[in-house]
């Protein structure tokens, strides 16, 4: 019974607000007190695909600032959690307190000091700078993601591997590798969405210059736009629901 | 809890929740305000049934005095990405413990509150902490979503901190600073709460 009334309410909750943002993008006009779009148009959509939206260069922003976070968060993070998985050593409490400062102060105040230090060395207004900024939060949840794969491991295997005359790429390439592929995907997928979804910090840094998905969503919602800004949505949606879809089923074994 | 019992049996519930746990905020509060607006569908349903006459005779959970609308905005957002986190923690701790409550004549209210809320309770108080943290300095929802005034304190600070007159940033980075002061106190009181209420010995990070 608690069974059905919870898929019923999953559901709702996923396919509702994309029905919703579908009929909105597909309505000509939709006022009061119409219940259904009395016309539908594709008006929006070939509008958000022509040039003059702009919204390819958004793409492709996004796209290559999420690739530029991914790649670095997960790089810093799978050393930092085999240590913090595996180890034991003085100090562990409060190198853990220190990586969760960033996910624990407000995106805001951080990007603002971030902001300071970046005008000086020039890094404003670059996707270079940009990623950057999105590391801050994303190599935290990388880490503590990464360090409960670890600690699910025993340290034990790399040790017997090299018993057994493996050398240290051979260890990480066949036994160490292959058992936290799982939680690595989740850790990748993570910092790819919060990068992907990232406002506040590509404002500040970018200044402007730097245009992604999310600047340009929120710009035409505030223009006023609602079908436009409803295609937008979907658009930004999808390939971050893709790269959600793919790991889904790493959730449940790798986390 | 149903959501365990449906999300072992399906991968559909693991598939599913991944769409609001990837749908953008700014994209959820546009849905949302075709909803909740005065304006929005459930009033024009309202309206057809002869039940109202305009939008203004409807509550107003947009840009509205309590937030009503950021916070429907956030719930939406948040409950799958507490509930993913959990459903992680059950799914390593199967269900042995809770059987075992069974063999020994626990009813369901007692092998909830005795012995799954006690094993959940370090994912639930972590995830909701991030929540609460992320929410508290959160921009986007309020912007799109709240009055202009008076703004959420997030949204205050951004807009004096862009402002074109730059004599107004150091009140914005002071703003920044009390924020984050705020939530350091508030995460701490949430733990120490947590802890005394649950009984854990130490407050859960990782």
């Known amino acids: 019974m608690g069974k059905r009334v919870a898929l019923a309410a999953v559901s709702g909750l996923a396919v509702i607000p994309l029905l919703l943002l579908a009929a909105r993008s597909l309505a000509q006009s939709w006022f009061w007190p119409s219940l259904l779009p009395p016309v539908w148009s594709l008006r929006a959509w070939q509008y958000v695909f022509s040039p003059a939206a702009e919204v390819l260069p958004a793409l492709m922003a996004s796209l290559s600032i999420a690739l530029l976070v991914t790649l670095p968060a997960v790089l810093v993070a799978l050393p930092a959690a085999r240590v913090l998985a595996w180890r034991e050593f003085r100090g562990k409490r409060a190198v853990i307190f220190a990586l969760l400062l960033p996910v624990l102060t407000p995106p805001l105040a951080a990007t603002m000091g971030v902001h300071a230090l970046f005008l000086r060395y020039g890094l404003t207004d670059t996707l270079i700078g940009v990623a950057l900024s999105h590391l801050i939060a994303t190599v935290p949840y990388a880490t503590l993601m990464l360090t409960g794969s670890f600690s699910r491991l025993d340290p034990d295997y790399e040790a017997q591997a090299r018993t057994l005359g493996a050398n240290g790429f051979a260890v990480l390439r066949h036994v160490t590798f292959p058992a936290i592929a799982p939680g690595l995907a989740v850790a990748a997928s993570f910092a790819f969405l919060i990068s992907w979804s990232q406002y506040l910090t590509t404002l500040l840094i970018g200044g402007g210059r730097i245009v992604t998905l999310p600047l340009t969503l929120v710009s035409f919602q505030r223009g006023g736009d609602e079908a436009i800004a409803a295609a937008l949505s979907l658009v930004f949606l999808a390939p971050a629901a893709a790269v959600a879809f793919s790991v889904a089923r790493f959730l449940k074994e790798g986390k | ?206």
Request: proline share 7%.
């Open chain 2, 1 to 206: 809890m149903g959501l365990r019992e449906a999300a072992r049996r399906s991968r559909v519930v693991n598939l599913l929740l991944q769409i609001p746990l990837s749908m953008p905020h700014p994209a959820m509060a546009g849905a949302l305000i075709t909803v909740v607006a005065p304006s929005g569908l459930p009033a024009r349903a309202a309206f057809a049934l002869g039940l109202i006459a305009q939008p203004a005779d409807v509550p107003a959970l947009v840009n509205d005095r309590y937030g009503a609308g950021i916070v429907l905005a956030y719930v939406l957002k948040e409950v799958p990405f507490i509930a993913l986190m959990t459903l992680a923690l059950l799914a390593r701790l199967g269900e042995d413990y809770e059987q075992a409550a069974r063999v020994l004549g626990a009813s369901a209210w007692q092998r909830f509150r005795f012995v799954t809320l006690p094993l959940v309770a370090p994912a639930v108080i972590s995830s909701s902490l991030l929540v609460f943290t992320f929410i508290f300095g959160a921009f986007e929802v309020p912007y799109l979503l709240g009055r202009p005034y008076p703004a959420m304190l997030s949204v205050v600070a951004q807009q004096r901190y862009l402002d074109a007159n730059l004599a107004t940033r150091p009140g914005a980075i002071a703003l920044a600073v009390l924020s984050t002061l705020l939530t350091a106190a508030l995460a701490w009181a949430y733990l120490r709460l947590t802890r005394v209420l649950l009984g854990l010995d130490r407050p859960f990070i990782l």
